[in-house]
């Protein structure tokens, strides 16, 4: 089981390095948006990994559309 964590816990921002700014207005579904997500997640450190979407987090199958009963 996970420790809780409360907010004296967390501390500010670390090395924080404010590249750019997207506000409501200034998206515009086309390519531009496809860039954006993509240098967005390459700050992330996100990589592309395709997940299976039958199996359940801890890698249980799911069969018929019904979650495996918990243990």
Known sequence: RRPRIDRSMIGEPMNFQHTGHIGSG???????LNDVTYR??????????????RLTPNGT?????????EQ
């Open 26 to 32: 200034e998206v515009q579904v086309s390519v531009d």
């Open 40 to 53: 967005m997640k390459s700050k992330g450190g996100y990589q592309d990994h395709s997940v299976d979407s």
């Open 61 to 69: 199958e799911i069969k018929e559309g019904k979650l495996p009963q």
